[in-house]
């Protein structure tokens, strides 16, 4: 579904992804790992058309969206929920679910799978009149993805969900994504908690300074020895155990 | 006489407050101010004057005609004078706006020539009496008009799918694209509300001061400016209580202390705020 061939993005002139190589097949649920700065948001940030690749490709059910701008990117389907959750904080929930379909022209439609995900997520109907900067960081962020699912995407972006959380918001936001592709969405995600990323998903992908240098089934992942030492360790361990 | 002159201000601050809105919204989406703000407001003064005394039309589409002549200069100033200078030092296109002011005002000094215009048409206005203060009906009707023009902005950011992407661009352009939100466009259209705003806005004192002039757009340009500071500059509420505030502030100390002093109360309030509140009494972006 989503395929980058060694891909090179620059943040000015620092080079940030030296030639990044991953894939994504429908359905399937991929984790993206790796420490602070090893480039997981700038490939996130690369696919969704923020940042364009300097070099590399980056194709789309076949076609190339390397030079697409994030707009049009969006409207074939990918939906990227960024770190930090970024809702709009001085609009309401119900503005902020609202501009996720901006994209989109079956207005019917919206309404029906508005109405559905506050059915999902009874908060985002109980806060809907509520700027979305009093939500609680975990509600917010339930938000940012609701807002993500509003596209009706076909691939979906997560950076980070679950940091900042406590650890029963963690959970939930797990559940969430399990949930998800449950019903057929496909997701690539980024998290610093790779036990629970690995937990979810498929497969995975492990970067080091702008590089993949691992890549493997969910399983092999963690069982590496480099992976459990590197992300898995053992004050982590205590900390997200459950 | 306080009545009176509360009145009298509450007339002059609408027309700031509309001028004000312009600016915040500007400065809400590119955190730019639009210094160039007047002239667009004496373009659009020039423009349905100039149209009602070459041509029989009706004064209400020379009114508009007026507001999507200033819009469109608003569109152009956009493209020209601010897309290009995004992402450099915010220095850079506030200097691009002053020379945009100048620029402008020297382009209808060579077009229009110096002289004031008196407004073509002739409008019988009568004197209201409300609990012994005089009002006339124009203050009347231009008070309304900008109440109307500002509830239609207020409805529009607040009700409307693009009013909303506009909300958005201005909170996070990164994330606003990412909702598939052009923020080219969002900007574009923020420009063009913000002049048609300000060119009724001169369409209005036109008719009020009955004279039309390159330098007219001047000093209510800065002075709409002083007013978005006081409610908090990219505040869409705050422009309005701004303007409202500073017309009648001005009026109260041209009444109270001398007719000399009414320019400068507004520069004074400008000062204070930004001395002891320099958010506004609303507070800042992205409401």
Known sequence: ?242 | MLLQQILNGLTAGSVYALIALGYTMIYGILGLINFAQGEIYMAGAFATVLLLSAYKVNFFVAFLFGMGVAAVLGLILERLAFRPLRGSHPLVPLISAIGASIFLQSLALLLFGPADRAFPLQFEFAALDIAGVTVSTLQVAIFVTALFFMALLVVFVKYTKFGKAIMATALDQDTARLMGINVDRMIALTFLIGSALSGAAGIMMAIYYNTTYPRMGLLPGLKAFSAAVLGGVGNIPGAIVGGLLLGVAENLGAGYLSSGYKDAVAFAILIIVLLVRPKGLLGGRGH
């Open chain 1, 1 to 242: 579904m989503l395929t980058l061939k060694s891909v090179h993005s620059y943040y000015g002139s620092l080079h940030v992804l030296k030639g990044v190589s991953l894939h994504v097949r429908a359905g399937e649920i991929v984790a993206l790992l790796g420490a602070n700065g090893a480039g997981k948001t700038t490939t996130l940030k690369t696919i969704s058309g923020l940042l364009k690749p300097r070099t590399g490709q980056v194709e789309f059910q076949g076609e190339d969206i390397s030079r697409l701008s994030a707009e049009a990117i969006v409207q074939r389907g990918i939906a990227h929920v960024p770190e930090g959750r970024r809702v709009f904080s001085t609009l309401t929930v119900a503005a902020n679910l609202e501009l996720g379909a901006f994209a989109r022209r079956d207005h019917q439609a919206v309404k029906k799978d508005l109405q559905e995900i506050q059915e999902r997520f009874p908060i985002l109907r109980e806060r809907a009149r509520q700027p979305a900067g009093t939500l609680s960081g975990g509600e917010q962020q339930v938000l940012a993805m609701a807002r993500a699912l509003m596209a009706r995407p076909k691939l979906l972006l997560l950076d980070e969900p679950s940091m900042g959380l406590a650890p029963r918001l963690v959970q939930q936001v797990f559940a969430i994504i399990r949930h998800l592709q449950a019903t057929g969405t496909t997701i690539l995600l980024i998290e610093q908690n790779a036990r629970a990323a690995l937990k979810v998903a498929d497969r995975g992908y492990v970067m080091e300074t702008g590089r993949i240098s691992l890549d493997g089934t969910a399983a092999e992942l963690m069982d590496h020895n480099e992976v459990k030492r590197a992300y898995l360790g053992k004050g982590y361990q205590e900390v997200w155990e459950d």
